[in-house]
């Protein structure tokens, strides 16, 4: 590799690396802030934030990715515009077809990166994580009632489990306190267990036990009951996914499905990589600058045109699975003539401003 190309490509590298950092620490915040609504409303165990986290955005890799590449490409190429370093390649003769090898090498590894998320990657981290919370929603061990073990409840209260079976479904000995409406709930039961209505509904139910009721104020209105059974709710969980989900089926699976839903989903799915190379190759024509000039304002239309051709991909999935546009259509209006644009701008970097100069 020539000591240009190295040059080039270690920049490059460098400005993505940095760039994908930010946005990577931005996104956390969005993505920790849902999962944590969920945990709050009892829907999802805290035990599981971590691998929650890390799934999420293995699904939204194909879109930071690409994000990333451009604006890194965007800031390195601006700053070899600003420091005249442009100036004296073109000046050796080095014009945008010699640096497409280097772009390349950075490019064609991250847009195989993205393919590989949104076509393999994101749908497997899909199904995990669903299948995860599903698991975990039938097991006290994975949602955090553990014997031995004060745990706070969703909702308000707290359970304390003197024993647990191995499949974590029966329980022994339970103390249970929770507080509403000004008033305190104790009950206790000799064994416990898991059991659900429908989809969604899950109940403790405690047997043999003991259940005192009081206000919280001090007064002397308790009661005291000794049941022979006890159902208390827990929160609701989420709605489970239907098998035939397209989001939920692989790649390869979609091929043969003729339903508009999992045309639309495997569209979405091819889309991204042709979208990260078409904007990589962009970023060259719209990172062109003077040596004076100030180099943000086309990093800022670079990242409105990344933001207007997601918009169109999510929209255009919508019309698919809607019916508003024909199967046969996809999302090739939207991608191929985006990658051939950024074919003939890159190309013709430099041309269009030297023929209105020759014309002046």
């Known amino acids: 590799m020539a000591k240009l190309d190295r040059y080039l490509l270690s920049d490059f590298i460098q400005s993505f690396l940095a760039t994908l950092t930010v946005l990577l620490v931005v996104s956390v915040g969005g993505v920790l802030v849902d999962i944590l609504g969920r945990i709050a409303d009892g829907r999802m165990p805290a035990g599981l934030l971590l691998s929650q986290l890390g799934l999420q955005f293995i699904a939204y890799l194909p879109i930071i990715l690409p994000l990333a590449?451009?604006?890194?490409?965007?800031?390195?190429?601006?700053?070899?515009?600003?420091?005249?370093?442009?100036?004296?390649?073109?000046?050796?003769?080095?014009?945008?077809?010699?640096?497409?090898?280097?772009?390349?090498?950075?490019?064609?590894?991250v847009v195989l990166l993205v393919g590989m998320c949104s076509l393999w990657l994101g749908p497997w981290a899909g199904?995990?994580?669903?299948?995860?919370?599903?698991?975990?929603?039938?097991?006290?061990?994975?949602?955090?009632l553990e014997p031995g073990q004060f745990t706070p409840l969703p909702g308000g209260g707290i359970v304390y489990l003197a024993?647990?079976?191995?499949?974590?479904?029966?329980?022994?000995?339970?103390?249970?306190?929770?507080?509403?409406?000004?008033?305190?709930?104790?009950?206790?039961?000799?064994?416990?267990?898991?059991?659900?209505?429908?989809?969604?509904?899950?109940?403790?139910?405690?047997?043999?036990?003991?259940?005192?009721?009081?206000?919280?104020?001090?007064?002397?209105?308790?009661?005291?009951?000794?049941?022979?059974?006890?159902?208390?709710?827990?929160?609701?969980?989420?709605?489970?996914?239907?098998?035939?989900?397209?989001?939920?089926?692989?790649?390869?699976?979609?091929l043969g499905d003729d339903r508009p839903e999992a045309r639309a989903q495997l569209h979405a799915r091819i889309t991204p990589p042709l979208l990260a190379l078409a904007f990589a190759l962009l970023t060259l024509p719209l990172a062109r600058s003077a040596p004076r000039q100030q180099r943000y304002g086309s990093i800022m239309l670079a990242f409105l045109a990344y933001v207007v051709g997601v918009s169109l991909m999510i929209s255009g999935q919508q019309w698919l699975a809607t019916g508003k546009l024909p199967l046969q259509a996809g999302l090739w209006w939207l991608s191929l003539p985006l990658l051939g644009l950024a074919l003939w701008l890159y190309f013709r970097d430099g041309q269009l401003s030297r023929r209105r100069r020759t014309a002046a």
């Open 127 to 144: 199904r995990t994580a669903d299948a995860m919370v599903e698991n975990a929603s039938r097991s006290m061990v994975v949602a955090g």
């Open 163 to 254: 024993s647990l079976s191995e499949d974590g479904t029966r329980m022994g000995k339970v103390f249970m306190q929770r507080q509403k409406d000004g008033r305190i709930d104790v009950v206790s039961a000799n064994h416990g267990s898991m059991f659900f209505e429908g989809e969604r509904r899950r109940f403790l139910r405690l047997e043999d036990g003991y259940r005192v009721e009081g206000p919280e104020n001090g007064e002397l209105d308790y009661r005291l009951m000794r049941y022979a059974s006890n159902e208390v709710a827990l929160p609701d969980r989420d709605e489970p996914r239907d098998q035939d989900d397209p989001e939920m089926l692989p790649t390869l699976r979609l």
């Open 69 to 109: 590449l451009m604006l890194g490409l965007a800031l390195a190429i601006a700053r070899l515009y600003r420091d005249s370093e442009m100036a004296v390649l073109t000046a050796i003769g080095v014009g945008p077809k010699r640096l497409l090898k280097p772009i390349l090498l950075l490019v064609m590894p």
